[in-house]
């Protein structure tokens, strides 16, 4: 009995400091990009579009609303096709069609960003001799898809049978029953997936090089190019100015709070009931 | 009075077909649609590449050189340093990610559970030069001067911990990668092991098994097919993930036995070269790099699903 | 419950809803957009200097914005080609070949001047300077020179014990006209070099010890982190983070550093550049540092939409000449005026 409760014991103590060894990561890289930037993360920069290097009073203001344009639509080509299709594997998941979908979705996930970013690319920019905000959207999408599906389709397929069962039951259609009985159930481990993709493309820049192209000016028409955030924080951190350096810096804690705040609201506004 | 109740079940009835057929038709469509996505950009890339596939064929992935100046190229070393960057991140963030979802779903109160689980999940939004940086100029120096000592002086007769200490190294891109994937796994971990069904749970303790014992024997079995789906998703982002690996890797496209030795991957290759190139064969080559990533993540998919039916079919009940 | 339900759900739509307001007030405080944006892309190279030349230029011509976006010389020569911007820009000028897929003829103009500094770790401070010649340079390049105490080196630095420390080579991973020119350079000086490796923005690098950095901040912080390492950076980069470098001696003897006017002075040195003639490396001269070149810019000769070509001629006959003021407050180095009347010249020739 003795060995068997420090055994266990051992466990859960590897288990937290596991967890906590991750977030303590976390918290370390956080702490080097708050250092490096908050200092340079004022209103003005929250504000004011892009000035040149060393000239005071610049912003990435429009790179803030690019990337809320540029992700919004990406999240609103992704999130429908993603859970529809997630659903589709959940419920009728056994067919050679599904068990490809899967194998598909876990290949696209392997692929490096800059190689859809030039898909995006040939077949939304190149025809139309145009960049846009739109192209860079349609390669997020994709880029967020497999996370989004195969979290949609193990949540869904996670809910109890008898919870869709019960719903037929009562003469529900199958139409209803999954979508106003069975996805709900299965909200929490879909917004997983979801705060992950997004998360996930926050800090993506590659696709964006050849697609929304970037800017040093306000634009809300999705079908120019636009500014992003990331973008604007890669290129300066690659320059050789402190100037420009402070900024990424504040740029990537911009990003970082925003996907938080994001993390927070979701899960506070969508909470569903605790299962233990 | 009969009739109208009638008339009104066969409308609801009719109706409820109705969405019903329409329903599977748009997941159906939805699936269909991202199905043709994936395969369209495999024919994009299959097209980009037909250029240099027909000028080296398959000695593209064993042959070792890179010359963009006199046009041949090799995939070979960075075959291997995907490969190997990619599975060390995987052991490592495996480890870490399933066992601190464990913790997280689990073991800890919700006072610590909640706000640990917003942590991990927030390294997923850091972006990919930040981590290239970070790690550049603070994993690097750490692992240079404090861990790839150590292992070398304990480890050094094993070939893998042998050799000269470069900061830039297979390991370092290894360790990043694997910060980089844990949200991945640890995030999907704990949801698929909270949902696995509390009478398993609740039956296991009330038998008198430890809590972690249960998690052992009943819940991460249970868990297995979602955690399993995770670090496939987290295997993949490893192996596409461009711009932080190419700052810390070494970038050097050459095989060592060496851990600690600088190498290159396939994705780091396409983002350094990818803006700059301009002859035809240059691009076809980068291209093809890009496809070789594809079939790679095909091959280990593939090899992963085949693992998965031998070992996990007997006991995949929900 | 349901009631609870739907409070959150209210917060979450009034916090959606306030966001968007605010965003719609930032567009509408937003300063009037101009009249007509042009675009540019390419080299990341002269970015910062092109960013600061344009907007410049737009505060002078109110009616003119230029959206110049870095996504790499190969990039902007791609894009240049399928007509997707107004201009291009590339640390090399296009080839036969790329010309050819133009399909029409281009006119190229120099635009901007940079040089590169040897930047180099060692444990022990050098107050008089690391001299090292340009074919010692090019021999631990090959991996021909080890280490650093070397007598190849030493004899160069006979005031400083050399420690016993193998040479690290670090060079740019990615594909970058600042490799071009060192590449060019090394070509020059080194006819072993020119066989084995060759002149380009991406290579294959010798040495055994080697590492490759992404960007001029990969490069600098590989060189920073390793004790022993030796790698080439932009001058902007050595200006503005007061890097170390190596004193090189030139083809007429003289040990100089990488400055605004040592780069200058080999600019100068060859007036009548062309974009086929267009190297600038290890030139004759006092004062010339070796390892130098011009980003360039392109444009069609016959355009098709004339009002935008005239508006981009405008733009960039300006920053080769007025804009070039302003050149070293970002830490590149002005065109010399011979060079920027033959640009000017060139650009006249396009057909409006």
């Known amino acids: 009995m003795r060995t068997r409760d420090l055994s266990s014991g051992f466990g859960v103590v590897i288990s937290a400091l596991c967890a906590g060894l991750a977030a303590a990561i976390l918290l370390l890289i956080l702490g080097y990009v708050a250092r490096e930037g908050a200092g340079a993360l004022t209103w003005t920069y929250l504000s004011q579009i892009p000035r040149p290097v060393n000239v005071p009073g610049g912003g990435v203001a429009n790179g803030i609303v690019g990337s809320f344009i540029i992700i919004g639509i990406a999240a609103l080509i992704a999130v429908p096709i993603g859970t529809l299709a997630g659903i589709y594997l959940a419920l009728y998941g056994r067919s050679w069609f599904a068990e490809t979908t899967r194998f598909l979705a876990d290949v696209l996930s392997g692929v490096p960003s800059i190689a859809i970013g030039l898909f995006a690319y040939t077949v939304f920019v190149a025809p139309f001799k145009h960049f846009s905000a739109v192209s860079a959207s349609i390669a997020f999408a994709v880029l967020m898809l497999p996370l989004i599906i195969r979290t949609a389709e193990e949540s869904i397929s996670r809910v109890p049978v008898r919870i869709r069962e019960s719903a037929l039951a009562w003469g529900i259609s199958s139409y209803a029953a999954t979508i106003h009985i069975v996805v709900p159930a299965a909200r929490s481990g879909m917004i997983t997936g979801l705060l992950l993709a997004l998360a996930r493309v926050t800090g993506e820049t590659a696709p964006l090089l050849f697609t929304a192209f970037g800017s040093q000016f306000w634009e809300l028409n999705p079908t120019n190019p636009m500014a992003e955030l990331s973008l604007q924080v890669f290129t300066y951190a690659i320059s050789p100015y402190e100037d420009w350096h402070r900024q990424a810096w504040a740029g990537a804690l911009l990003l970082i709070i925003a996907v938080f705040i994001l993390n927070v609201g979701a899960r506070f506004a969508l909470r569903t009931q605790t299962r233990r | ?318 | 419950m349901s009631s609870k339900f739907f409070s959150r759900r209210t917060i979450l739509g009034s916090i959606v809803s306030a966001v968007l307001v605010g965003l719609l007030g930032m567009t509408v405080a937003a300063p009037a957009l101009a009249d007509t944006q042009l675009t540019g892309a390419g080299s990341t190279f002269v970015y910062p200097f092109f960013s600061k030349a344009f907007y410049e230029y737009s505060r002078k011509h109110t009616d003119v914005n230029v959206n110049y976006q870095s996504i790499g010389s190969g990039g902007g020569i791609q894009q240049f080609i399928a007509r997707t911007v107004d201009f291009g820009a590339s640390d090399v000028p296009m080839n036969a070949d790329e010309l050819k897929r133009a399909g029409a003829p281009v006119v190229q103009i120099p635009v901007a001047l940079g040089g590169e500094a040897i930047t180099y770790n060692l444990p022990v401070e050098i107050k008089a300077g690391l001299k090292l010649t340009r074919e010692a340079l090019a021999d631990i390049y090959l991996g021909k020179i080890a280490k650093w105490n070397d007598p190849e080196i030493a004899k160069l630095n006979s005031q400083t014990t050399l420690p016993d420390l193998p040479i690290v080579v670090v060079h740019r991973s990615d594909g970058s006209g600042t490799t071009f020119i060192f590449t060019d350079f090394l070509s020059t000086v080194s006819s072993e070099w020119k066989e084995k490796v060759g002149t380009g923005k991406s290579v294959q690098w010798p040495a055994q010890s080697s590492v490759g950095g992404k960007g001029n901040e990969g490069v600098a912080g590989q060189v920073r982190q390793t004790p022993g390492a030796i790698g080439y950076v932009e001058l902007a980069y050595v200006l503005e983070n007061h890097m170390e470098q190596v004193l090189l001696q030139n083809v007429s003897g003289k040990y100089v550093a990488c400055t605004e006017a040592t780069v200058q002075a080999a600019a100068a040195t060859k007036p009548d550049i062309t974009p086929r003639d267009f190297s600038i490396v290890d030139r004759k001269g006092n004062d010339t540092w070796p390892i130098a070149g011009y980003t360039w810019a392109m444009l069609y000769a016959d355009p098709t939409d004339k009002v935008r070509a005239k508006l981009t001629q405008d733009v960039l006959a300006w920053t080769v000449t007025e804009g070039q003021a302003i050149a070293s407050s970002v830490d590149y180095v002005p065109l010399p005026r011979n060079v920027q009347a033959s640009a000017k010249k060139a650009l006249a020739q396009i057909h409006l």
């Open chain 2, 1 to 318: 009075m009969n009739a109208s109740i009638q008339a009104l079940e066969q409308r609801h009835v009719r109706r409820s077909l109705v969405s019903d057929r329409a329903f599977v038709l748009f997941i159906y469509l939805a699936t269909l649609l991202f199905v043709a996505t994936v395969l369209g950009l495999f024919a994009m890339l299959l097209l980009g590449s037909w250029t240099s596939i027909r000028e080296f064929g398959f000695s593209f992935l064993w042959t070792s050189e890179w010359n963009p100046i006199t046009g041949r190229f090799g995939a070979l070393p960075m075959i291997y340093g995907t490969v190997v960057s990619s599975l060390t991140a995987l052991v490592l963030a495996g480890i870490v990610g399933v066992f601190g979802a464990a913790y997280l779903a689990d073991f800890a109160p919700r006072f610590i559970s909640v706000p640990l689980s917003f942590l991990i999940e927030l390294l997923a939004a850091v972006p990919s030069v930040v981590f290239g940086l970070w790690g550049l100029f603070v994993l690097a120096p750490v692992l240079r001067t404090v861990v790839d000592p150590f292992l070398q002086a304990h480890f050094g007769m094993v070939p893998l911990f042998s050799g000269p200490i470069f900061g830039s190294s297979l390991f370092t891109a290894g360790i990043l990668l694997a910060i980089m994937i844990i949200p991945t796994i640890s995030a999907i971990s704990r949801d698929v092991i909270a949902a696995v069904i509390p009478e398993h749970r609740e039956g296991s303790l009330a038998l008198g098994v430890t809590r972690w014992e249960t998690m052992w024997h009943v819940l991460l079995p249970g868990a297995r097919s979602g955690i399993f789906g995770a670090c496939i998703l987290a295997l993949g982002r490893a192996f596409g993930e461009t711009i932080a690996t190419t700052m810390v890797i070494g970038n050097k496209p050459a095989i060592a036995a060496s851990l600690f030795a600088p190498s290159y991957t396939l994705a780091s290759v396409v983002a350094n070269e990818f803006t700059e190139a301009t002859t035809d064969m240059y691009l076809s080559a980068l291209i093809e790099l890009g496809l070789l990533l594809f079939v790679v993540s095909m091959i280990v998919n593939a090899a992963a699903r085949v693992l998965t039916w031998t070992l996990l079919r007997p006991s995949k009940g929900r």
